[in-house]
């Protein structure tokens, strides 16, 4: 029984990594994109997990900005979705095509996407 369900863990994990359920987006203030990212669910859209630098930009500009905010529809920062329903190595290749055109100097991202 436990190996039977050990296999089923197994097998939906292998199918759950190749669902379509990725996109890419990018972060911008006044136009300006400042940060690409892969994400899945809200990952777009929250704040938890960002690096030193995203929140100096994001202070400088939007310092109404707290901790347990979303940035659903903030006035100065803009969300936008670039590609969806994206595999998950499509969405880190895009994710890093899009870092390269922009400049990793440009953005507040700390390495060039992962592979």
């Not at 369900?5 to 203030?29: M, P, T």
């Not at 704040?47 to 006035?75: A, F, M, T």
């Given at each position: 029984m436990?190996?039977?369900?050990?296999l089923?863990c197994?097998?939906?994990?292998?199918?759950?990594?190749h669902?379509?359920r990725?996109?890419?987006?990018?972060?911008?203030?006044?136009?300006?994109v400042?940060?690409?990212?892969k994400?899945?669910?809200?990952?777009?859209?929250?704040?938890?997990?960002?690096?030193?630098?995203?929140w100096?930009?994001?202070?400088q500009?939007?310092?109404?900005?707290?901790?347990?905010?979303k940035?659903y529809?903030?006035?100065k920062?803009?969300?936008?979705?670039?590609?969806?329903?994206?595999?998950?190595?499509?969405?880190?290749?895009?994710?890093?095509r899009?870092i390269?055109?922009y400049?990793?100097?440009?953005?507040?991202n700390?390495?060039?996407g992962?592979?």
């Amino acid at each position: 029984m436990i190996l039977f369900l050990l296999l089923i863990c197994l097998v939906y994990g292998a199918v759950y990594k190749h669902e379509r359920r990725f996109y890419v987006y990018v972060h911008s203030i006044r136009g300006t994109v400042f940060y690409v990212g892969k994400g899945s669910k809200d990952r777009a859209w929250s704040i938890s997990n960002r690096n030193k630098l995203w929140w100096y930009v994001v202070n400088q500009e939007c310092p109404d900005i707290g901790p347990y905010h979303k940035l659903y529809n903030h006035y100065k920062l803009k969300v936008t979705i670039v590609r969806k329903n994206l595999l998950e190595q499509q969405a880190y290749d895009h994710e890093r095509r899009l870092i390269e055109e922009y400049g990793i100097k440009n953005l507040t991202n700390l390495q060039r996407g992962r592979k």
